[in-house]
């Protein structure tokens, strides 16, 4: 049976919490639940309430997908009941700022991937949690993530594919999160971009600076984000996760493969952006040694006629050439003659 992969690129629009909200409102579910639905042999049933879950597990060929967004603990402890999942998995998942992991726990696995994407010219991360087991699909949001509808309705299109049950599922959801990794990166791409332009034109500004060290902090939160979810995504390449169908490793090597791209993309940038505030610097330095030569250049320019001012201006009686007639008009030649001097050596030194 041939698998389809999703791609996240051309995913639905992003969906506010009110919207959110509105949804849920609309379809019949409880606060907290953004859909929840049963599908057999790939093909959607009919959506369910969450007490209705467990009447649905362990039914040949059918996966219950449900979908939460910032679930209270009521909520969370409804849906351990029904799957009958870990308690330390739902204490995780009743917070946000968990570590990118992947835990497995018996015949079911608790998956922590963080989000990003582009929020206008700002970054927005966020936080999701997969509870995968056999025959379901439990995924919790936290923050500004970008709703999942889209690929709910992708793999719904495919029944062929979905039909190979919550491992796919979840193969869909982490290829939207990799790929939604991507236009953050090619955003601060052109940002990086157009500063290496300015600092060829002119020296970076104060503002500048500080534009280069917030983008060089988003590519470190970015990186956090997305180098733990290179082993959690190479796990899934491997038959050690319960469950897991040989058709599916290709699949999650492709992930792997996206989020590997990434990192190295991460990685350059944050080299381009090190390399820009050095190369900032460099030129800053370069530009005060610069004037440290002129300034130094003038200085023993004009302490030439300081020097010999000062010795002729002594009030001493006795002192050679005071009464030479044309004493002034030679020390001044001479004052002359030794400034163009030092002033063509200097030139020739590139000092001035």
Known sequence: MALERTNGRDAGAERSPAAVGQQADAAGHRPGVVAAAVYQHGRRLRDIRIEEAGEWRNREGVVIWIGLHEPDQELLRQVQLEFDLNDLAIEDAGKAHQRPKL????????????????????IAFGETHLF??????????????????????????SPAALAHGEHYVLYSILDFIVDNYMPVVEAIHGEVEALEDRLLRDRLAKA??????????????????????????????????????????????DVTDH???????????REVLAFTFEASLMIGQSEQTEISRKLASWAAIL??????AGIYGMNFEQMPELRFRYGYFVVLAIIIALCVTLYRFFRRARWL
């Open 259 to 269: 989020v590997r791209r990434v990192q190295e993309d991460i990685d350059a940038l």
């Open 208 to 253: 500048d600076i500080e534009h280069l060290y917030m983008l060089r902090r988003n590519l470190l939160r970015l990186r956090n984000a997305v180098v733990p979810l290179v082993d959690v995504c190479r796990r899934h390449e491997h038959l050690e996760l319960p469950g897991m169908e040989v058709a599916m490793q290709p699949l999650f090597r």
């Open 103 to 122: 835990e497995i726990y018996g015949e079911a696995i608790f998956v922590v991937a963080r989000t990003a994407h582009m929020t206008g010219e700002e």
């Open 303 to 308: 302490a030439v006629p300081t020097a010999i």
């Open 132 to 157: 995968v087991g056999r025959g379901y699909v439990v995924s919790v949001r936290h923050g500004p993530s970008t709703s999942y509808m889209a690929v709910r309705q992708r793999c719904e299109a």
